[in-house]
């Protein structure tokens, strides 16, 4: 198939092209990988009046570290964060995550802002992001705003976003020496999108943790207060202190009601664990 009739624009800067968005009726898709608005086009399952191609704006390229975070324009690609292109705050963390992601066909073109405007609920930087504490800056031709990632997605395929606005910039606080880093999907065959994905970011020296439950057909659970899961502390210990029953238990309040389901995100959640425990 191919897609139904739209009108195209390419700015040649940013405020040229949230003028356009700001400026048009109807449905408008920004583009810059193509990665999913391609296929979603040509299967004519979004049908937009107006196509903004964002790929060119140079400020949406822009990397710099700032403080104690990264600071990576939306349209960074995959490819620019695995093959360490950018500067890394988070020990390798996000290089290894990128690297995971599809096919380097799609990670040469797919970008990070793309990706999280998207919101497929499998796709790898919906809960990475999440689990590393990562906000959000979301901007319109009237306004700038920040969100943090654990609340941007709102659904599966639903985020935060307003009418004509678009994620300008990812920040991600820089990772701490104590902290260890855990990441795991499940796919049937690699290249395709997880149906399970446990993300974990624990500091024992700091007795804090942030787990992230993803590939659940809604947005991902971010779990903050996470003592529970380890029976109650988080120590040294916590590779060997985590309590799957208390896991499944936050499962089935989410309302995963399928056991075999649970069971698959339980396992999976288990080895991010072990592997950050490692």
Known sequence: MKPAPFAYQRPRDLPSALAAMAGTEGVIKLIAGGQSLGPMLNLRLVAPDLIVDIAGLAELKHVERSGEELVLGACVTHADIEDGRVPDVTRGAMRRV????????????????????HADPSADWVSALSALGATLTLRSAAATRRVAMKDFIVGALETALQPGEMIEAVRIPAMTASARWGYVKSCRKTGEFAHAIGAVLIDPDAGSARIVIGAVEAAPIVIDDCAELFGGNITGGFGTSFDPRVADR????????????????????????AEAAA
């Open 98 to 117: 990128a690297a995971a992601i599809a096919y380097r066909a799609v990670r040469n073109r797919g970008t990070i802002g793309g990706s999280l405007s």
């Open 250 to 273: 936050l499962l089935v309040q989410a309302g995963i009601s399928d056991a075999a389901d649970r069971h698959i995100h339980v396992t999976v959640l288990r080895r991010a664990i």
